[in-house]
């Protein structure tokens, strides 16, 4: 059956480091694949997409990398801030079925000062 | 511009009560899709819509939910005779146009629905 897992556990980290949070599926042949963020009592806000044939995208200090091979993608946070601290979404879509986007279960980064 | 609206923020309704929930798109979209968001879950989708068509409601339960997006008006799910297990956070999202590589979904920020 398909799969998309993201790590349950929160990742804390010290503000200036980079995060870097994990997305990996399967049984996908994801068209594309998005990264959310999620705020307590919001709703998810869209950051970065990145499609099948790109390697990686950049963001401002987001870097998303997306390795089709393993079926994984990278979600990077370069010099973290306290204002990180957030559940981070992963979403993808398969081609030539429902164009749907399906969510993982998202990551808690906790950034502190 | 303003975003997604979705109205009420909270509602409390007892087992056997109905709910409805409603969602304005953003200004130009026309499509909207509707996820139920349970605690430690990831967000579940439940039923895709155009003006006034169901595009795909693989995700909604086949009994006591409904969806509707009128010509006028915002987008509805209705939840008919509640029960415990219906508590949940429903998010609404919407599009210019089906959601694709181009055009990701744009959220509101939900409605929190609790049974007592």
């Known amino acids: 059956s398909q799969k998309i897992e993201q790590n349950s556990e929160a990742l804390n980290i010290q503000e200036g480091k980079t995060a870097t949070l994990t997305c990996n599926y399967t049984?996908?042949?994801?068209?594309?694949l998005q990264w959310y963020r999620q705020d307590p009592g919001r709703g998810p806000v869209f950051l970065l997409l990145i499609r099948e044939n790109e390697k990686e995208k950049r963001k401002e200090r987001l870097k998303v990398t997306f390795d089709t091979t393993l079926k994984q993608s990278l979600f990077h946070i370069t010099a973290s801030q306290p204002a990180d601290s957030a559940t981070y979404l992963c979403a993808l879509e398969g081609k030539g079925g429902s164009y749907i986007p399906t969510f993982g279960r998202g990551t808690s980064l906790i950034v502190h000062p | 511009n303003a975003g997604v609206m979705q109205n009420p923020r909270h509602l409390v309704r007892r087992r056997g009560q109905e709910a409805r929930l409603r969602c304005s798109p953003m200004?130009?979209?026309?499509?909207v899709y509707w996820y139920r968001q349970l605690p430690e879950e990831g967000l579940k989708f439940m039923v895709y819509?155009?003006?006034?068509?169901?595009?795909?409601e693989s995700g909604m339960p086949k009994e006591r939910f409904s969806a509707e997006f009128p010509k006028e008006g915002p987008s509805i799910l209705r939840i008919q005779q509640v029960v415990r297990g219906d508590s949940a956070a429903y998010f609404c999202?919407?599009?210019?146009?089906?959601?694709?590589?181009?055009?990701?979904?744009?959220f509101g920020d939900g409605t929190r629905l609790s049974i007592l």
């Open positions: 999202a919407s599009s210019p146009s089906r959601v694709s590589s181009n055009q990701p979904q744009h």
């Open positions: 819509l155009q003006k006034e068509n169901i595009i795909d």
């Open positions: 200004k130009g979209h026309s499509h």
């Open positions: 049984n996908y042949s994801p068209a594309y």
